[in-house]
């Protein structure tokens, strides 16, 4: 008998328990064949014999409030389980006899910031049933704030745990050490009666509810074979006390001191930083005897021109300064814009953004993907991203190891360069321009003719025209050869329309015009720091993939529209500046510290690397929303 014919019959005969009522062979039939086929159409259209034939289960919930538990039994597609309340009146002593005493097979847990998805309960039996010799099994999570994800599930999952066998301890141990819990929380995970009848557990006796939690924990992993289902599951939300954190951390260590004397011996010195101030912290630093060498490390020009300014700043103050777009350079002092970022060769990093729309798609939380943790100083450049930082602060891979400051853009100070000022004259002159509005075009990517829609749309009004492509380098000639071949079109034939050329800056463009109009550039962005609107159309192409999308801007500090409403709402924006007031507004949260950028993150570096004097900086040190719970939750 072939597999194809094998798999049928199994069907078959689960199909004819089902018809007999005979649930408790269909369920057992059911499971065999999974332990088979694991997943397939036919276990997802029977799940149902899992959700009502599977094995007993106890739900203990902790401390939980009746809305909380109320939503677990309303939302759960198991149905074969019971809750067990506790109140603050119980101990865990009652709660470890419960366990013992139990008839369930297996025990699950419920927090009262915890929120599980309706398969829960059933994909976790599922997959302990699938599994020999596995006594926990572990979901992974999500943190969120009201509706905001902060956290996906941990990427550590999807990289190396997914349906993998650890050894419990070896799970704690290695998350202490890297400091990023992948040992989850006691909602998570759920445990096999038999392992725990078999097992020592002492009551937990700390001050914080929450370390008496994760030493429950601690003690059902600390012996277990367990594995891991790499689907969010589990939503655990934000809702701890700032004022706790001293507290719960002094427990959490005094917790591994306890358990684990060799692990708490590896991360000595880390407890011994996070408990400096900050002038601790900067003799520490200045003790490295730091030279007075930058290495500002950037991928595209556009990076380059946003760390240029502090260069310009640094070399007044004598330091050496070096470009490079080699990422493994070695530095004295490295700073780092751009995505993939080695700080490591750095005896004092620093990390930036390398454009105000990084990460978009994940915000607010960029920083599971790119671990700030990794450098010694995060520079902020505004509200905007401040109050992103601050809701996911919590989690450790967030936080620069001095902290993350509002310094604001760097490119921004350039704002107040009378240099620009100066040139942006001398081209007003020369093009000799006719009206007193003045319209910028800056595609991210010419291509299908947009230059020639924007001309066609706007050039019987009466407003300067102005074009800056990008300068592209000579691999994308067929995006040059567009370019070129829109300006051939269009150059001298309108009277208001005026050619910025590559080697201009953007900037003097920007404080040239009164608008901008654009796809989805950066340029749109940087036109705020000199307070301009600017119109995105977002059913223009853009060209980096095959076939061609349309331009994303999720942003709200941008003006929408199509192609065929563009001069109206050109001439609606124009005309009618208060009715985008609010969109304006968004902007403002972008920028903050213009004309003090350089000057603050050069203070910064100089304190902490030259024992400087200046402090003024400090009151721009952002604070998290909540406690850190990337450990202890």
């Known amino acids: 008998m072939n597999n194809k014919e094998c798999k049928k019959e199994m069907q078959e005969i689960i199909i004819n328990f089902v018809k007999l009522n005979k649930y408790t062979e269909a369920y057992v039939a059911f499971v065999m064949y999974g332990k088979v086929y694991i997943s397939d159409e036919f276990i997802e259209e029977y799940w149902w014999i899992l959700c009502y034939y599977g094995p007993k289960l106890s739900v203990i919930c902790i401390n939980c409030e009746d809305k909380a538990v109320d939503s677990f039994i309303k939302t759960q597609n198991y149905n074969n389980y019971e809750i067990v309340r506790t109140t603050k009146e119980d101990s865990y002593e009652d709660i470890i006899d419960y366990m013992k005493s139990t008839d369930s097979k297996y025990i699950a847990f419920l927090e009262n910031n915890a929120i599980c998805s309706p398969s829960k309960i059933s994909k976790s039996v599922w997959k302990m049933e699938l599994y020999k010799d596995i006594q926990i099994i572990n979901a992974s999570w999500q943190y969120v704030n009201s509706d905001t994800v902060i956290a996906h599930p941990n990427i550590v999952y999807k990289n190396i745990m997914d349906d993998k066998f650890y050894l419990g301890n070896i799970v704690i141990e290695q998350s202490i050490i890297n400091n990023d819990n992948v040992y989850g ?125 502090i260069g310009d700043e640094a070399v007044k103050r004598g330091y050496t300064v070096k470009y490079t777009d080699n990422i493994k350079e070695k530095t004295e002092i490295g700073i780092y814009c751009q995505h993939v970022c080695h700080p490591e060769n750095s005896k004092f990093s620093m990390i930036l953004l390398h454009d105000m729309a990084q990460g978009h ?106 074009v800056k492509q990008a300068a592209w380098p000579e691999s994308y ?99 009618n500046p208060d009715k985008y007031e609010s969109v304006m507004d968004n902007g403002k949260k972008l920028y903050s510290n213009q004309g003090n950028v350089c000057k603050d993150i050069m203070d910064l570096i100089d304190y902490y690397t030259q024992n400087g004097k200046s402090d003024s900086f400090m009151d721009k040190k952002i604070i998290a929303d909540y406690s850190r719970c990337g450990l202890w939750i």
């Open 185 to 309: 929380v006691l909602s998570s995970i759920i445990v096999t009666t038999e392992y725990i009848k078999n097992i020592n557990i002492k009551e937990p006796c700390y001050n914080s509810d929450r370390i008496n939690r994760l030493e429950l924990l601690f003690q059902l992993l600390m012996n277990a074979n367990m594995a891991y289902i790499n689907e969010g599951l589990l939503s655990l939300k934000i809702d701890y006390n700032k004022e706790k954190y001293k507290e719960d951390r002094e427990d959490f260590y005094a917790l591994i001191k306890n358990i684990m004397p060799d692990v708490y011996e590896k991360i000595v010195d880390r407890i011994r930083r996070e408990n400096l101030s900050s002038k601790e912290l900067k003799e520490v630093y200045n003790n490295k005897n730091i030279a007075k060498d930058i290495t500002f490390i950037y991928t595209d020009k556009g990076e380059y021109y946003n760390v240029k300014p």
């Open 361 to 466: 798609n994940r915000w607010p939380n960029i920083w599971e993907i790119e671990e700030w943790s990794k450098f010694d100083v995060g520079i902020i450049p505004g509200e905007s991203w401040s109050e992103r930082l601050k809701q996911c602060a919590c989690m450790d891979y967030v936080n620069p190891r001095i902290g993350a400051y509002e310094l604001g853009y760097p490119k921004s100070d350039i704002v107040y360069d009378e240099e620009i000022k100066q040139r942006t004259e001398e081209l007003r002159n020369k093009f000799n321009m006719k009206y007193d509005y003045t319209i910028l075009y800056a595609p991210s990517w010419e291509y299908f003719n947009k230059e020639d829609d924007f001309v066609k749309a706007l050039s019987s009004l009466k407003v300067n025209l102005i």
């Open 477 to 575: 000639n067929w995006v040059t050869d567009s370019i070129n071949e829109m300006r051939k079109m269009h150059e001298g034939t309108v009277d208001n329309l005026y050619y910025i050329e590559n080697e201009e800056s953007i900037m003097v463009a920007l404080e040239m015009c009164d608008m901008v109009v654009s796809d989805e550039s950066n340029v749109m962005v940087e036109a705020l720091m000199f307070g301009k609107p600017s119109v995105a159309v977002t059913d223009w192409l853009i060209p980096d993939q095959n076939p061609p999308r349309c331009a994303d801007v999720p942003m709200d500090y941008v003006i929408k529209c199509k192609r065929d409403t563009l001069r109206r709402t050109v001439e609606n924006t124009m005309n």
